[in-house]
Structure formats: structure tokens, C-alpha cells
């Protein structure tokens, strides 16, 4: 999984969880209900338009609000391959990290619809307007997505 390609969906600054997966359904464990709601805080329509493999490319302080792991989880499902932006909330990093869902750092310019390429161990995102450095996945953090997220990776690990 060091290389990601997908068509990007743009959104701003400080998007919270309750914008990436609204309240209401987080008693539910049905993956399917979590994709079905994606961004819909924001974007009602999300869910009908991404595409698996698709990037979600925003501002600073994204996954901002509570640590609902429910947040990249609903992406994950929904299609996204990978999030970039300028910067995250911390628990929305590692509950990403915890899930498989990679997401980098970088300071991109793209417009909507745009094909991202990202290559998390060298730590570059190429979009049509340059090439942009971004955080290299480590090596540890490169396994754990590579196996799934950290409950699959740990149940590999005691396999092993």
C-alpha cells in the first residue's frame, strides 16, 4: 500500500467528526450505515459520488471533535483510500492509523476531481498543479496499514 491514486474530493478547514459521521448513527456496528452517511454533515450527497479509491483532501485540524474511531471508519467504507491534509486532530490521526486508513500531511494544491498519486514510504503527493512533500508513513505505521488496521495486524503478529 505505498502507492495510493485516486480522484479528489476537497473540503475546508477544521471538519469535525460530527461532520464525517453525524451522531445519530453511531449505535450501529453496520459498516454499510457508516458509508451510507459519509460526510454528510457537509456534503449530503457524498456517499451517491465517491468512488473506492477516491482521496479526501482538506485544511488544517481535520477530525477535529470527539475521538469517535466511527469517523475514519465511515470513510474507510464509503471508498476513501487515503486523507490528506494540512494537519489532524491527533485521535483522528491515530484512530485512522487504527483502522487502515492512511492519512498525510502535506500542504496540497488540487482542484475537485483531480487524480492524487501518494506515496506514503518516500512521502510525496503528486497532484496536476506539482509534487508536495509530505510525512513519510514509518515503516511500523506502514505494516499496520498494510494488514488492515492495528486489530488485524496484531492478530497477524500473534499468528506469526
Not at 81 to 95: D, H, K, Q, T
Not at 118 to 140: C, D, M, Q, R
Request: charged share 25%; proline share 4%; aromatic share 8%.
Amino acid at each position: 500500500m505505498n502507492n495510493i491514486k485516486g480522484r479528489a474530493w476537497k473540503y475546508g478547514n477544521n471538519i469535525d467528526t460530527d461532520v464525517i459521521i453525524p451522531g445519530k448513527y453511531l449505535r450501529t456496528t453496520d459498516m454499510q450505515v457508516f458509508a451510507d452517511h459519509a460526510m454528510e454533515g457537509i456534503d449530503p450527497e457524498f456517499s451517491n459520488k465517491v468512488q473506492k479509491g477516491d482521496v479526501l483532501v482538506a485544511g488544517h485540524n481535520f477530525g477535529c471533535g470527539s475521538s469517535r474511531e466511527q469517523a475514519p471508519l465511515a470513510l474507510k467504507h464509503a471508498g476513501i483510500s487515503c486523507v490528506i491534509a494540512r494537519s489532524f486532530a491527533r485521535i483522528f490521526f491515530r484512530n485512522s492509523i487504527n483502522v487502515g486508513l492512511p492519512v498525510v500531511e502535506s500542504d496540497i494544491e488540487c482542484d475537485e476531481g483531480d487524480i492524487i498519486e501518494v506515496n506514503l514510504h518516500e512521502g510525496w503527493v503528486k497532484t496536476p498543479k506539482g509534487t508536495y512533500n509530505s510525512n513519510a508513513i514509518p515503516e511500523f505505521l506502514l505494516d499496520i496499514l498494510n494488514d488492515g488496521g492495528l486489530v488485524a495486524h496484531r492478530k497477524k503478529k500473534v499468528r506469526e
